[in-house]
């Protein structure tokens, strides 16, 4: 039996608390009046996704969403939205990280958009006012690689990139479809 050696972690329902609701309402409230369709807790559809995985940049999707709603968005009124899912970041979940990383190596792999991390790259992430990124030896973030959750590919390249042996690796994710994808 291999020993673990890497722990990779999902962020939004993992080490974030989410509310995928409160997204929706703050979406319907800038004037995304189907947002309830358009975004899930796991998974994004239409341009939500295309943010999420790398095809558009902050700005394109600004200026998608408004042109979607019929009315100028401002980044924030977008960020504003987008920010709906976060609830908090448990420091002791974060100082728990912290404590594994003494032992193990370890990683971030999310389904995420340059909303959010902008946010979480910041010191406002942790009441230790650290950012996200001093949590972890190393972050994989779907719009940066172009591919999210559970496409093969991006667990391929994570385990290739960070010199992983999959068999000496914990993935920690609230998603079912996400933990169930099979190695070729």
């Known amino acids: 039996m291999a020993t673990i050696k890497n722990i990779v972690f999902d962020l939004g329902g993992v080490i974030m608390t989410i509310d995928r ?13 189907d947002a309830e369709k358009l975004i899930d807790p796991y998974e994004q559809k239409g ?5 999420e995985n790398g095809d558009m940049t902050q700005e394109e999707f600004r200026k998608v969403l408004s042109e979607y709603t019929g009315k100028e968005l401002s ?14 970041v ?4 974060l100082d728990y990280i912290l404590d594994l990383r003494k032992n193990y190596n370890v990683y971030l792999l999310s389904n995420t958009n340059p909303y959010i991390q902008d946010w979480a790259r910041s010191t406002r992430f942790s009441e230790a006012g650290r950012p996200i ?3 972890f030896d190393k972050m994989y973030a779907s719009y940066e690689l172009n591919m999210t959750k559970p496409d093969p590919e991006i667990f391929e390249y994570m385990l290739q990139d960070g010199n992983m042996n ?3 690796t914990l993935f920690i994710d609230d998603g079912k479809k996400n933990i169930e994808v099979e190695r070729h």
């Open 166 to 168: 999959p068999d000496e």
């Open 21 to 33: 609701d409160q997204a929706v309402k703050r979406f319907e409230e800038i004037g995304v009046k």
């Open 47 to 51: 341009i939500f996704l295309e943010v």
């Open 75 to 88: 980044l924030e009124e977008v960020r504003y939205g987008w920010m709906g899912f976060v609830v908090d």
């Open 90 to 93: 448990p420091q002791y979940k």
């Open 133 to 135: 990124n001093d949590y």
